[in-house]
């Protein structure tokens, strides 16, 4: 092994290099440079963009907090290490119930979960699916879509299945595949509750970085295995250092598009299981307003035939908590625009729908619904209303004319003469009365991310386990290749700490 950290031929080495400063990137380097037989100086962990986290992701503006635009809860209180950590952490904890109403859009109706379970076509979406997972004998692999329209389900309890299960899982019907659906209720030890911290995800992401030797703005764009048995890694902008050990902790969509090279290439075998697991986009509305519009205790509805398949509101603690005193970075006060922030969310093909359409409209789009989900029912105001500025036409915006990451305020928005009209209209038009701007972010259009999380999907079996298995001493994390089919927080971390013992294992073989 060659000696960590100095240079030969004025290029850098390491022992081990992982690519990719997300949460599984972070743990893997982590565990190693806390071991026995590595220095924090032999690992280095390469990650692409300015900053760290991946997906994890905050923005500072909208409210008197910072708003997660990627993931948001901890999914699950049991087994987790994610929950383990922040427990370590200290920090405080809020347990939520989901989704506790659900919305009808052809019926424009409002129902808590309770009265959702006198709704038949509702209930018939959760039996169908619980039946599906308890079943004796597994049916053949098909999408999702499919195995209803085989149930001879009709169209409402199919739009109610894709804003309930289909959107969480972050896709649409046609993209889930049932095996691995079956796969991951079998495999979830992690229990149904929701967590929300009083302190931004990036805080667990600094705490995991603390100690680790880090490059920002180290795209890597090539892998190659050298002579001597170790491999150079090359950036995008032509800098070079080498490693004998490479973790890999970058989205699937990286090797699914060959967005990294590999000299030798990797096995076939690898490429095909990369293909088959399925990462469709997913689309956070994020929406800032002065006042609440909504019942109190109201904290998510899953809504059929809608813009917006689900919307959660957040109301962020009144005082700074610890994270404040911390000092973490973008937790201070920016001037909000609204103590009261609404989340659409949107996946699948909804996502790549709402990807071809101006700002403008998809605030438009999701503001009406919202006036009709809250407001006094008002049928002189339709979708496209004439008070709205007139959206540009869909086909001269591409998907990256949405996902710039911008606040946008409601003078961006709306017309001026929308504000007189809005000014006079607050109970027909709650949400538009009292929004004061908002952001749009289409993670397909994140450079080095390029969709959502991993989906159960079609004709995946043993996909992620293939996924995950070793090329040589090139070693495999993220949360995709999580063999319980787990998009999560705890899958990234669960996976970036077997990376790391797989690379310390070997170690520990070859030096016997
Ligand atoms: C909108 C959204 C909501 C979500 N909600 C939740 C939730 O509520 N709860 C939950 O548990 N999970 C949620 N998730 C899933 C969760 O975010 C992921 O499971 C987790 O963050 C994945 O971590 P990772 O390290 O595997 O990948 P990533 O976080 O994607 O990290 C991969 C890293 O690799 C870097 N990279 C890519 N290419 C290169 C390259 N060539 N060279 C160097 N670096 C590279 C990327 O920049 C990135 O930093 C959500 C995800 C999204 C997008």
């Given at each position: 092994m060659e000696r960590s950290s100095s240079t030969m031929d004025e290029e850098e080495c390491f022992k081990v290099a992982v690519v990719g400063g997300g949460l599984a990137g972070l743990s893997a380097a982590e565990v190693l440079s806390s071991?026995?037989?590595?220095?924090?100086?032999?690992v280095v962990v390469l990650e692409?963009?300015?900053?760290?986290?991946g997906r994890i992701q905050s923005v500072s503006g909208l409210a008197p907090w910072p708003v997660e635009i990627g993931p948001e809860f901890l999914h699950?209180?049991?087994?987790?290490s994610i929950k383990k950590l922040v427990d370590e952490m200290g920090c405080v904890q809020r347990e939520l119930n989901f989704p506790d109403y659900y919305y009808i859009g052809h019926e424009g109706r409002l129902l808590t979960s309770e009265q959702a379970s006198e709704h038949a076509d509702i209930e018939m979406v959760h039996d169908l699916f619980k039946a599906l997972i308890d079943e004796d004998s597994t049916p053949e692999d098909m999408s999702m879509a499919e195995y209803l329209r085989k149930k001879g389900v009709s169209s409402t309890v199919m739009s109610f299945a894709e804003a309930i299960y289909g959107n969480d899982f972050g896709c649409s019907l046609d993209k889930l595949g049932v095996h691995e659906c079956i796969q991951e209720a079998h495999q979830w030890?992690?229990?149904?509750t929701y967590i929300i911290l009083d302190r931004p995800l990036s805080s667990v992401v600094n705490h995991v970085a603390r100690n680790l030797n880090i490059r920002l703005d180290?795209?890597?764009k090539q892998v190659e295995h050298l002579e001597g048995g170790n491999f150079r890694l090359r950036s995008q902008d032509g800098r070079t250092l080498r490693a004998d050990f490479v973790i890999l902790a970058v989205p699937v969509t990286t090797l699914q598009q060959s967005l990294i090279t590999f000299h030798p290439p990797l096995p076939e075998g690898k490429l095909r299981a990369a293909k088959a697991i399925g990462m469709s986009n997913v689309m956070k509305v994020v929406m800032a307003f002065t006042?609440?519009?909504?019942?109190?205790?109201?904290?998510d509805v899953v809504c059929s035939?809608?813009?917006?398949?689900e919307v959660w509101m957040t109301e962020y603690p009144e005082a700074p908590s610890a994270a404040d005193s911390n000092g973490d970075?973008?937790?201070?006060?920016?001037?909000?625009?609204?103590?009261y922030i609404v989340v659409g969310f949107i996946a699948g093909d909804g996502a790549s729908r709402a990807a071809q359409l101006s700002e403008e409209e998809i605030f438009l789009q999701s503001l009406t619904q919202l006036d009709r989900m809250f407001g006094k029912s008002d049928h002189s105001f339709a979708l496209g209303s004439s008070v709205w500025r007139q959206p540009a036409k869909a086909e001269a915006f591409n998907a990256t004319s949405t996902v710039s990451g911008r606040v946008f305020l409601k003078d961006d928005v709306l017309d001026p003469s929308a504000l007189t009209y809005l000014a006079e209209s607050p109970e027909t038009r709650p949400a538009s009365h009292c929004f004061r701007g908002g952001m749009i972010v289409n993670?397909?259009?994140r450079h080095f991310i390029r969709g959502g999380y991993s989906h159960p999907s079609v004709?995946?079996?043993?996909a992620r386990l293939e996924l995950a298995k070793p090329v040589g001493n090139i070693f495999f994390a993220g949360?995709?290749?999580?063999?319980?089919v787990n998009p999560c927080l705890q899958a990234a971390i669960d996976t970036g700490r077997r990376a790391a013992h797989e690379v310390w294992g070997t170690c520990r073989r070859s030096s016997l």
């Amino acid at each position: 092994m060659e000696r960590s950290s100095s240079t030969m031929d004025e290029e850098e080495c390491f022992k081990v290099a992982v690519v990719g400063g997300g949460l599984a990137g972070l743990s893997a380097a982590e565990v190693l440079s806390s071991s026995t037989i590595f220095r924090k100086e032999d690992v280095v962990v390469l990650e692409a963009s300015s900053s760290l986290g991946g997906r994890i992701q905050s923005v500072s503006g909208l409210a008197p907090w910072p708003v997660e635009i990627g993931p948001e809860f901890l999914h699950g209180t049991q087994n987790s290490s994610i929950k383990k950590l922040v427990d370590e952490m200290g920090c405080v904890q809020r347990e939520l119930n989901f989704p506790d109403y659900y919305y009808i859009g052809h019926e424009g109706r409002l129902l808590t979960s309770e009265q959702a379970s006198e709704h038949a076509d509702i209930e018939m979406v959760h039996d169908l699916f619980k039946a599906l997972i308890d079943e004796d004998s597994t049916p053949e692999d098909m999408s999702m879509a499919e195995y209803l329209r085989k149930k001879g389900v009709s169209s409402t309890v199919m739009s109610f299945a894709e804003a309930i299960y289909g959107n969480d899982f972050g896709c649409s019907l046609d993209k889930l595949g049932v095996h691995e659906c079956i796969q991951e209720a079998h495999q979830w030890i992690y229990g149904d509750t929701y967590i929300i911290l009083d302190r931004p995800l990036s805080s667990v992401v600094n705490h995991v970085a603390r100690n680790l030797n880090i490059r920002l703005d180290w795209a890597v764009k090539q892998v190659e295995h050298l002579e001597g048995g170790n491999f150079r890694l090359r950036s995008q902008d032509g800098r070079t250092l080498r490693a004998d050990f490479v973790i890999l902790a970058v989205p699937v969509t990286t090797l699914q598009q060959s967005l990294i090279t590999f000299h030798p290439p990797l096995p076939e075998g690898k490429l095909r299981a990369a293909k088959a697991i399925g990462m469709s986009n997913v689309m956070k509305v994020v929406m800032a307003f002065t006042h609440q519009f909504w019942p109190k205790g109201l904290f998510d509805v899953v809504c059929s035939d809608c813009f917006l398949p689900e919307v959660w509101m957040t109301e962020y603690p009144e005082a700074p908590s610890a994270a404040d005193s911390n000092g973490d970075e973008g937790c201070k006060n920016p001037g909000p625009l609204g103590q009261y922030i609404v989340v659409g969310f949107i996946a699948g093909d909804g996502a790549s729908r709402a990807a071809q359409l101006s700002e403008e409209e998809i605030f438009l789009q999701s503001l009406t619904q919202l006036d009709r989900m809250f407001g006094k029912s008002d049928h002189s105001f339709a979708l496209g209303s004439s008070v709205w500025r007139q959206p540009a036409k869909a086909e001269a915006f591409n998907a990256t004319s949405t996902v710039s990451g911008r606040v946008f305020l409601k003078d961006d928005v709306l017309d001026p003469s929308a504000l007189t009209y809005l000014a006079e209209s607050p109970e027909t038009r709650p949400a538009s009365h009292c929004f004061r701007g908002g952001m749009i972010v289409n993670w397909a259009d994140r450079h080095f991310i390029r969709g959502g999380y991993s989906h159960p999907s079609v004709n995946a079996r043993g996909a992620r386990l293939e996924l995950a298995k070793p090329v040589g001493n090139i070693f495999f994390a993220g949360e995709a290749t999580h063999p319980g089919v787990n998009p999560c927080l705890q899958a990234a971390i669960d996976t970036g700490r077997r990376a790391a013992h797989e690379v310390w294992g070997t170690c520990r073989r070859s030096s016997l």
